[in-house]
């Protein structure tokens, strides 16, 4: 028989799924809004500025931000399921957001 408690911790799990599932999507989001608003950029380009000098300047910044919520979404799947492969990705993630925010702070200075 189920107790009360067990049908709080299935609705916390189910809750935290959903979650995890609303940052991963809006991470998605951020990342394709940001390639969608540096293609805008790009086309009326009355500077001539290159295709990596724009996409550098402008959506760099949402991939950081998308990485973040990945990383929100990630550290809930791993309070979930405790397991090596997501303990890992989330590592593996973090990883990379660091690296990228470095290169983007070297290459503005």
């Not at 993630?93 to 660091?98: A, E, F, G, L, Q």
Request: charged share 20%; aromatic share 16%; proline share 1%.
């Amino acid at each position: 028989m189920l107790t009360f408690e067990h049908y709080i911790m299935d609705f916390f799990k189910i809750f935290l799924h959903w979650l995890a599932f609303f940052f991963t999507a809006l991470s998605i989001a951020v990342i394709c809004f940001g390639f969608l608003k540096s293609l805008k950029l790009l086309f009326p380009n009355k500077e001539k500025l290159s295709f990596s000098k724009i996409m550098r300047d402008n959506f760099d910044k949402y991939i950081l931000v998308g990485l973040q919520f990945l990383i929100i979404a990630d550290i809930i799947d791993t309070i979930i399921l405790r397991d090596l492969q997501n303990i890992i990705l989330v590592l593996l993630i973090v990883v990379i957001r660091t690296i990228m925010s470095w290169e983007i702070e070297k290459h503005k200075s």
